[in-house]
């Protein structure tokens, strides 16, 4: 069962934009924080950016800041990452997935060993 679903990956050329959409049940998004990670090719899975339940406070990796933007749509239960100025380096698996309860301290959100429900990932590729 999914409890988790990615949508938006694809092939873009660099300097291009996607929107990346992240779908969870009402139940898991009504009480959890929200977070993307993403893993390259050959390379450890890394923190790309987190939002709060509120929706107040968000969180970004240092390659990202200023790149990207993360939401989330409450009526929807889905978290979007809008991915601007993309370059070559941001091709990876994309996951996103969602931390109910444990807090919404940086430490936290950056740390995925604090998500306990993931999606599957989607794939964005950059091309040169």
């Known amino acids: 069962q999914v409890r988790v679903l990615e949508s938006g990956g694809g092939l873009v050329q660099t300097g291009g934009s996607l929107r990346l959409s992240c779908t969870t049940s009402?139940?898991?998004?009504?009480?959890?924080?929200m977070g993307w990670f993403r893993q390259p090719p050959t390379e450890e899975r890394e923190f790309v950016a987190a939002?709060?339940?509120?929706?107040?406070?968000?969180y970004y990796g240092d390659s990202v800041r200023g790149r990207f933007v993360i939401s989330r749509d409450s009526a929807k239960n889905t978290a979007y990452l809008q991915m601007n100025s993309l370059k070559p380096e941001d091709t990876a698996n994309y996951y996103c997935?969602?931390?109910?309860?444990?807090?919404?301290?940086?430490?936290?959100?950056?740390?995925?060993?604090?998500?306990?429900?993931w999606g599957q990932g989607t794939q964005v590729t950059v091309s040169s």
């Open positions: 009402g139940a898991i998004f009504s009480r959890s924080a």
């Open positions: 939002i709060d339940l509120s929706g107040g406070t968000t």
């Open positions: 997935a969602a931390n109910a309860g444990s807090g919404a301290d940086y430490e936290t959100l950056v740390n995925q060993r604090h998500y306990d429900t």
